[in-house]
Nanobody, 125 residues
């Protein structure tokens, strides 16, 4: 059984940085592609970034390009989301997610099998 636990959220001023972490527990971490999504009340979950099994391929939403970096350490079973130059519109609950299938649709929330409980990021203006 896969479990995902996010950490690193918090309150930060606009222009600041945060690094989110997601600790994976379960069978072989490197068999899973990973993603980060975010959600605000009343809205659907939104793709932020995705990373392939080995970390060789990364994908970003337009809103994240140039500011956020997704990475993974397969020796620590952890995926990260480094967020720089944060904006108030980045305020959301951020969720880590995992997908094992080879046919990985990285931006499609319904394609992922496992989700963490979320960590709140609040960016003040």
């Amino acid at each position: 059984q896969v479990q995902l636990v996010e950490s690193g959220g918090g309150l930060v001023q606009a222009g600041g940085s945060l690094r989110l972490s997601c600790l994976f527990s379960g069978p072989t971490f490197s068999n899973y592609a990973m993603g980060w999504f975010r959600q605000t009340p009343g809205k659907e979950r939104e793709f932020v970034a995705g990373i392939s099994w080995t970390g060789s391929d990364t994908y970003y939403a337009d809103s994240a390009k140039g500011r956020f970096t997704i990475s993974r350490d397969n020796t620590k079973d952890t995926v990260y989301l480094q967020m720089n130059r944060l904006k108030p519109e980045d305020t959301a609950a951020y969720y880590c997610t995992a997908e094992e299938d080879d046919d990985w649709d990285y931006s499609n929330a319904t394609a992922y099998d496992y989700w963490g409980q979320g960590t709140q990021v609040t960016v003040s203006s």
